[in-house]
């Protein structure tokens, strides 16, 4: 099948990319910037989500069109209100009108947990509006989606403003990492290439018109990953909790009453959230000791 993804260069958008080749589809990426992992095969237009004619190209002869684009960061949401809505809210609507007019057979979004409670802030504002928007079109365009809820993810690829990227990195850099929520929180981390091939299954005609949620299987307390962190580096760890009220993070769950429910999809084989945090680490490494080689294994410094 024919697959266009919006967001493609980024770290979960990159990753359903690749899944999507490997799968045996075609697949366009959608991006302001050229995907650093693109592969032959795939085709790369480089262009924002808000050009109509850049929109109408990438949709016209796609199947199934995938939206991971936007601002995903609740931060940079929250100091960026206005293009929040722009490029989140507008955009997606952009995207559901290409669909509609080239006759899609389906719009797969990324929206995420969040869209359950009050916590999250504008980026939860911007996922509930562009959720209410989906299935408008769909009841009024006949328009099938599905919507992704993703959980917290981490893994290959993301960068700092990702909390276990940023855990770690503060982890091995300083040994103080800084949380702006208390000890207490609890958090269903889930690997991206879980996440991923989570993804590549809801292709399946089943889950047409369906809310699906996809999150760890390893439900942790902040505190504890901390601890596990400082014993998988062998070291006391300082941690400062600034516990924000107005950090839009929820503390125990996102989710509050709300009258459509998601279904929930795991892989039957997931990373274990150690061995992942391990992965994450040897990579942060590898990026602060770029004069370290790999051999059989081990890191090892090389002699000018």
């Not at 722009?86 to 669909?99: K, P, S, T």
């Not at 928007?133 to 700092?160: F, K, V």
């Not at 400082?230 to 929820?250: A, F, I, R, T, W």
Request: glycine residues 8%; hydrophobic residues 40%; negative net charge.
């Amino acid at each position: 099948m024919r697959m266009t993804v919006f967001g493609g260069s980024g770290f979960l958008g990159s990753h359903i990319c690749d899944k999507l080749t490997e799968a045996g589809h075609i697949v366009t990426i959608v991006d302001l910037t050229p995907s650093p992992w693109l592969k032959d095969d795939q085709r790369m237009i480089v262009g924002s989500i808000l050009d109509e004619k850049v929109v109408d190209e990438a949709v016209r002869d796609a199947d199934m069109v995938f939206n991971y684009a936007g601002i995903a960061d609740i931060g940079e949401a929250n100091s960026r209100p206005v293009d929040t809505v722009r490029i989140n809210v507008m955009g997606n609507a952009q995207v559901l009108e290409a669909c509609r007019k080239a006759r899609v057979e389906r719009y797969i979004f990324a929206s995420s947990l969040y869209v359950y409670g009050k916590s999250g802030g504008f980026y939860r504002c911007s996922k509930q509006a562009c959720e209410i928007y989906i299935e408008n079109y769909q009841a009024m365009y006949n328009l099938p989606y599905t919507i992704l809820r993703y959980g917290s993810l981490y893994g290959p690829r993301a960068d700092r403003r990702n909390a276990i990227e940023r855990f770690v990195y503060e982890a091995l850099t300083t040994g103080v990492i800084t949380y702006y929520g208390s000890p207490t929180a609890l958090r269903e981390y889930v690997h991206v290439d879980d996440a991923s091939t989570a993804t590549l299954e809801i292709i399946a005609p089943e889950f047409a018109n369906q809310n699906i949620i996809i999150s760890g299987n390893q439900p942790m307390r902040v505190g504890d990953l901390f601890k596990m962190i400082g014993e998988m580096l062998g070291k006391e760890l300082v941690v400062e909790y600034q516990n924000d009220p107005n950090s839009g993070h929820y503390q125990i769950t996102p989710y509050a009453f709300m009258p459509k429910i998601g279904r929930k999809l795991a892989p039957p084989l997931t990373v274990d959230l150690g061995q992942g945090i391990l992965r994450v680490m040897e990579e942060e490494h590898r990026k602060l000791h770029p004069e370290m080689l790999e051999e059989d294994g081990y890191l090892v410094e090389t002699e000018d």
